[in-house]
């Protein structure tokens, strides 16, 4: 059976269909309108879709979880707060998620968003460059002091926050990145075609290959790396 754009596009609308509600078959007012809000505001939208949000949902309640959980989530790219929302709705009681964010004009928007979400004690907004900041967190929080890291932010540097990462991960932690697939390119493009598709290729594959993790890819919307780390 051939799988064509058509199809594939199909399959990733029943995807959000299915998958992409929280709270049964009314939804999500909230999340439903983000993306209207924010483009309102002056904000560019593209954020994870709300099936791939439901599988960051599960990963946090699953990472922070557990006697060895530190209860406390790295995010790489705030965004307008879209997926951070997800991602703090994970979060037990007295959790933290650290999500960094270079813009202002974005950051303050999901802000807004966190506190009408209800998540807001559970957020800590880091702003500035991401790998200023990781360098930071790897100093304040220490090692394996992470249940969690989800990156979603300058692909060409991917495998820099990998590196910055493993140390702050935890045993059995997950490091996720969107964009594994597709973005304003797609993986099965030619090498050399595009900066981002080339260190997302090398991304893949050095985290596929790394002997500290179990990794697979799984190909809703753009593509999400799910990484646990073994050691």
Not at 123 to 144: C, I, M, N, S
Not at 170 to 185: E, K, S, V
């Amino acid at each position: 059976m051939t799988m064509t754009p058509q199809r594939w596009d199909e399959i990733n609308r029943y995807l959000h269909d299915v998958f992409g509600r929280v709270n049964g078959e009314g939804g999500d007012p909230q999340l439903a309108d983000i993306t209207v809000r924010a483009r309102a505001r002056g904000l560019p939208t593209p954020t994870v879709s709300a099936d791939v949000g439901r599988l960051l949902l599960v990963l946090s309640l699953t990472a922070t979880r557990g006697p060895d959980a530190a209860g406390r989530i790295i995010e790489v790219g705030t965004l307008f707060g879209h997926s951070g929302i997800w991602l703090a709705r994970g979060l037990p009681d007295g959790g933290t998620l650290h999500t960094i964010e270079i813009e202002d004009l974005h950051a303050d928007f999901a802000a807004e968003e966190f506190a009408a979400a209800g998540v807001a004690s559970k957020v800590r907004q880091e702003r500035g460059p991401a790998l200023e900041v990781l360098q930071r967190l790897a100093r304040t929080l220490g090692p394996t002091s992470v249940d969690m890291v989800f990156l979603d932010a300058v692909k060409t540097e991917y495998t820099a926050y990998l590196e910055l990462c493993r140390p702050l991960l935890r045993p059995g932690g997950f490091l996720i990145a969107d964009n594994a697939l597709m973005a304003d390119w797609w993986i099965d493009d030619p090498p050399g075609s595009h900066p981002g598709r080339d260190a997302m290729d090398a991304f893949n594959r050095r985290i596929a290959a790394d002997p500290e993790f179990d990794a697979a890819c799984v190909p809703a919307r753009a593509g999400v790396t799910i990484a646990r780390k073994r050691t």
